[in-house]
Protein backbone atom coordinates (compact mmCIF):
# COMPACT_ATOMS: atom_id res chain seq x y z
CA UNK A 1 0.00 0.00 0.00
CA UNK A 2 1.37 3.36 -0.86
CA UNK A 3 1.51 5.95 1.75
CA UNK A 4 3.41 9.29 2.15
CA UNK A 5 3.52 11.10 5.36
CA UNK A 6 4.40 14.82 5.48
CA UNK A 7 6.02 16.29 8.65
CA UNK A 8 8.17 19.13 9.67
CA UNK A 9 5.87 22.16 9.12
CA UNK A 10 5.56 24.56 11.76
CA UNK A 11 5.35 28.15 12.72
CA UNK A 12 8.60 30.11 11.72
CA UNK A 13 9.20 34.32 11.68
CA UNK A 14 9.76 35.99 8.13
CA UNK A 15 13.39 34.64 6.66
CA UNK A 16 13.70 32.08 8.62
CA UNK A 17 14.03 28.05 7.27
CA UNK A 18 12.11 25.09 7.83
CA UNK A 19 12.81 21.18 6.40
CA UNK A 20 9.68 19.31 5.21
CA UNK A 21 9.86 15.60 5.05
CA UNK A 22 7.98 13.02 3.07
CA UNK A 23 8.13 9.61 4.51
CA UNK A 24 6.89 7.29 1.69
CA UNK A 25 6.24 3.73 1.71
CA UNK A 26 4.95 0.94 -0.62
CA UNK A 27 7.03 2.26 -3.79
CA UNK A 28 10.57 3.29 -4.24
CA UNK A 29 11.13 7.14 -4.52
CA UNK A 30 13.77 6.39 -6.60
CA UNK A 31 11.35 4.93 -9.42
CA UNK A 32 8.72 7.75 -9.07
CA UNK A 33 7.83 11.36 -9.67
CA UNK A 34 7.18 12.92 -6.30
CA UNK A 35 6.22 16.88 -6.31
CA UNK A 36 5.35 19.41 -3.48
CA UNK A 37 2.21 21.67 -3.83
CA UNK A 38 1.24 23.79 -1.51
CA UNK A 39 -2.68 24.87 -0.70
CA UNK A 40 -4.02 28.14 1.28
CA UNK A 41 -7.71 28.40 2.02
CA UNK A 42 -10.29 29.19 -1.22
CA UNK A 43 -7.14 28.57 -3.48
CA UNK A 44 -6.61 25.30 -5.68
CA UNK A 45 -3.06 23.55 -5.00
CA UNK A 46 -0.13 25.02 -6.19
CA UNK A 47 2.96 23.07 -7.46
CA UNK A 48 6.35 23.90 -5.86
CA UNK A 49 8.81 21.51 -6.66
CA UNK A 50 9.53 17.80 -7.86
CA UNK A 51 12.00 15.32 -8.56
CA UNK A 52 12.08 12.80 -11.47
CA UNK A 53 14.82 10.26 -12.21
CA UNK A 54 18.06 10.66 -12.30
CA UNK A 55 17.68 13.54 -9.67
CA UNK A 56 16.14 16.04 -12.28
CA UNK A 57 14.72 18.85 -9.91
CA UNK A 58 12.57 21.81 -10.63
CA UNK A 59 11.01 24.45 -8.95
CA UNK A 60 8.57 27.26 -9.55
CA UNK A 61 9.69 30.50 -10.01
CA UNK A 62 7.92 31.84 -6.76
CA UNK A 63 10.15 29.70 -4.44
CA UNK A 64 13.05 28.99 -6.72
CA UNK A 65 16.53 30.00 -5.30
CA UNK A 66 15.06 29.95 -1.76
CA UNK A 67 13.69 26.30 -1.53
CA UNK A 68 15.38 23.40 -2.13
CA UNK A 69 14.11 19.78 -2.19
CA UNK A 70 16.54 16.21 -2.06
CA UNK A 71 15.76 12.76 -1.78
CA UNK A 72 17.26 10.14 0.26
CA UNK A 73 16.80 7.46 -1.15
CA UNK A 74 18.27 4.80 1.39
CA UNK A 75 15.40 6.07 4.19
CA UNK A 76 12.65 5.86 1.21
CA UNK A 77 12.18 10.12 2.06
CA UNK A 78 12.40 13.00 0.20
CA UNK A 79 12.64 16.60 1.77
CA UNK A 80 12.10 19.96 0.88
CA UNK A 81 14.35 23.04 2.54
CA UNK A 82 12.60 26.19 2.56
CA UNK A 83 14.48 29.46 3.67
CA UNK A 84 13.93 32.95 3.59
CA UNK A 85 10.58 32.25 4.39
CA UNK A 86 8.03 35.10 3.70
CA UNK A 87 4.09 35.16 5.14
CA UNK A 88 3.70 34.36 1.28
CA UNK A 89 4.57 31.10 2.24
CA UNK A 90 1.86 30.24 4.33
CA UNK A 91 -0.29 27.02 3.46
CA UNK A 92 -0.59 23.00 3.94
CA UNK A 93 2.19 21.78 2.10
CA UNK A 94 1.63 18.55 0.89
CA UNK A 95 3.85 15.40 -0.95
CA UNK A 96 2.43 13.81 -4.27
CA UNK A 97 3.87 10.67 -5.72
CA UNK A 98 3.26 9.45 -9.12
CA UNK A 99 4.18 5.92 -10.30
CA UNK A 100 4.50 2.63 -10.09
CA UNK A 101 4.03 0.49 -6.71
CA UNK A 102 6.19 -2.37 -5.73
CA UNK A 103 3.62 -4.51 -7.21
CA UNK A 104 4.04 -2.23 -10.72
CA UNK A 105 0.28 -0.76 -10.56
CA UNK A 106 -0.09 2.88 -10.92
CA UNK A 107 -0.26 4.84 -8.38
CA UNK A 108 -0.49 9.04 -8.18
CA UNK A 109 -0.79 9.45 -3.90
CA UNK A 110 -1.05 12.64 -1.72
CA UNK A 111 -0.03 12.74 2.02
CA UNK A 112 -2.21 14.21 4.70
CA UNK A 113 -0.04 17.85 4.61
CA UNK A 114 1.36 19.81 7.07
CA UNK A 115 0.84 23.37 8.27
CA UNK A 116 3.45 25.55 7.61
CA UNK A 117 3.05 29.38 8.88
CA UNK A 118 5.26 32.38 8.31
CA UNK A 119 4.64 35.64 10.92
CA UNK A 120 5.83 38.99 9.76
Known amino acids: QVQLVESGGGLVQSGGSLRLSCAAS????????ISWYRQTPGNEREWVAN???????NYSDSVKGRFTMSSDNAKNTVYLQMNSLKPGDTAVYYC??????????????WGQGTQVTVSS
Open 96 to 109: NAMGRDLNNVPFNS
Open 26 to 33: GFATSRAL
Open 51 to 57: IGGKSNY
